[in-house]
């Protein structure tokens, strides 16, 4: 595809559901980020993902929150018994390199979570 | 751990005026990036400046990062209205893949 694909783009959610967000990368594209975005905030990371493998959890919020990229392409967050502070919107990225000096991060469109 | 704050958070202009928005950083960055965000879109990458000192020029656009690699600043020269959005920088620390971003800095111009 042309760009980072995110789907849902809107989201809402009872207080106790399991969601389940998708990201798809630019094809080829060795790393995927995920971010986590508040209103009137920057982005904050979430996690890191190198081709499959994970190497970086550390801004995952609780133990709610679940992210895979079973074969290196396509990726899921997953965010279990949501709460209301986890209402915003998750940005996924990806980056062409993996290892030494990294380029930019190419953003897709969000999914907006409400949780209600 | 690493915080990364810009000032001013928000910054209303007159067209055609110039606007700065600083980024500081309480760690030494290997590198910085600069994003630019739309109302109601996504993060769009400007520029990376990786070298102390570096000064990098995208037509009225001129990025700067400071000879710590702790501070880094973005100029716009003669704004217009397709300038209107919010920057955000974002650093990288030596080692670590993550983007820490910014704080932002809201831009709003004044036909």
């Known amino acids: 595809g042309a760009g980072v694909s995110q789907s849902p783009r809107y989201k809402v959610a009872k207080r106790g559901q399991d969601v389940a967000l998708r990201c798809d990368p630019i094809s080829g594209h060795v790393s995927l980020f995920w971010y986590q975005q508040a209103l009137g905030q920057g982005p904050e990371f979430l996690t890191y993902f190198q081709n499959e493998a994970q190497l970086d959890k550390s801004g995952l919020p609780s133990d709610r929150f679940f992210a895979e990229r079973p074969e290196g392409s396509v990726s899921t967050l997953k965010i279990q018994r949501t709460q209301q502070e986890d209402s915003a919107v998750y940005l996924c990225?990806?980056?062409?390199?993996?290892?030494?000096?990294?380029?930019?991060?190419?953003f897709g469109p969000g999914t907006r979570l409400t949780v209600l | 751990g690493q915080q990364v704050m810009q000032i001013p958070q928000y910054q209303h202009v007159q067209e055609g005026e110039d606007f700065t928005t600083y980024c500081n950083s309480s760690?030494?960055?290997?590198?910085i990036q600069w994003y630019k965000q739309r109302p109601g879109g996504h993060p769009v990458f400007l520029i990376q400046l990786v070298k102390s000192g570096e000064v990098k020029k995208q037509k009225r656009l001129t990025f700067q990062f400071g000879e710590a690699k702790k501070n880094s600043s973005l100029h716009i020269t003669a704004t217009q209205t397709t300038d209107v959005g919010t920057y955000f920088c974002?650093?990288?620390?030596?080692?670590?893949?993550?983007?820490?971003f910014g704080t932002g800095t809201r831009l709003t111009i004044i036909p």
């Open positions: 990225a990806s980056s062409l390199g993996a290892g030494g000096l990294k380029g930019p991060q190419y």
């Open positions: 760690t030494t960055l290997s590198n």
């Open positions: 974002a650093g990288r620390d030596f080692g670590n893949e993550k983007l820490t």
